[in-house]
């Protein structure tokens, strides 16, 4: 999993690792929905003032996924084309 903050960019490996990373980012939020990043299927999450939180990209293969690629930092947020 990669994650793209505010501070930088972190990589975490390894199943159970990127379980708990995901965990602790969904308590953060307060709404979700299913997106289309690029192409790729994930999951947008906001605040409860309509403030985006995060956008997750799901890269699946072979029915699994291999990869997540996740943005929290504000700026770069702010920065996208998120839908409303």
């Not at 997106?35 to 003032?49: A, H, K, Q, T």
Request: charged share 10%; proline share 5%; no cysteine.
């Amino acid at each position: 999993m990669t994650i793209e903050s505010a501070g930088g960019v972190a990589v975490t490996l390894g199943a159970t690792e990127v379980a708990t990373g995901a965990r602790l980012g969904a308590n953060a939020a307060v709404g979700g929905r299913a997106v289309l990043v690029n192409g790729l299927p994930g999951i947008m999450s906001w605040l409860e003032d309509g403030t985006p939180v995060s956008v997750a990209a799901f890269i699946v293969a072979g029915g699994r996924i291999i990869g997540i690629t996740i943005v929290i930092d504000p700026a770069r947020l702010a920065s996208l084309d998120l839908p409303g």
